[in-house]
């Protein structure tokens, strides 16, 4: 009789504690990861259609990654994990005129400012 009472208490003993721990997954730390380039808003409304290569570097920052065989594309990727949370990710796209090099379009998840076609004097 007393064999009986340990059959049934150890599967629900180990169940409890397996289950304990997924309770214990919030408590560990994770770091924040923030990866790529960090772009804002105030820095995309400041793009005019027509700048330099240069220009555009300094408003923006070094792309993170220009393709091999276009040079004339740059992507701007931000890819943000906060702890346990889910991640975050932005991305922006520049684009160059192959020939005069000069600014030609922007697009992704930032938007371009009423002023982008208005070329710079």
């Not at 000069?102 to 697009?107: E, F, I, P, Q, R």
């Amino acid at each position: 009789m007393h064999f009986k009472k340990w059959i049934t208490i150890i599967p629900l003993v180990s169940t409890l504690l397996l289950s304990g721990c997924s309770l214990i997954e919030p408590l560990v730390y994770r770091i924040d990861i923030a990866q790529g380039n960090y772009v804002e808003q105030p820095d995309v409304d400041k793009l005019r259609i027509g700048m330099t290569k240069e220009q555009v570097r300094y408003v923006l920052g070094s792309p993170m990654l220009v393709q091999n065989g276009y040079p004339d594309t740059w992507f701007y990727i931000y890819h943000f994990t906060h702890g346990h949370d889910d991640s975050v990710q932005k991305n922006f796209v520049v684009k160059f005129d192959s020939q005069s090099q000069k600014l030609a379009a922007a697009s992704g998840d930032f938007e371009v400012s009423s002023e982008f076609n208005t070329p710079l004097n």
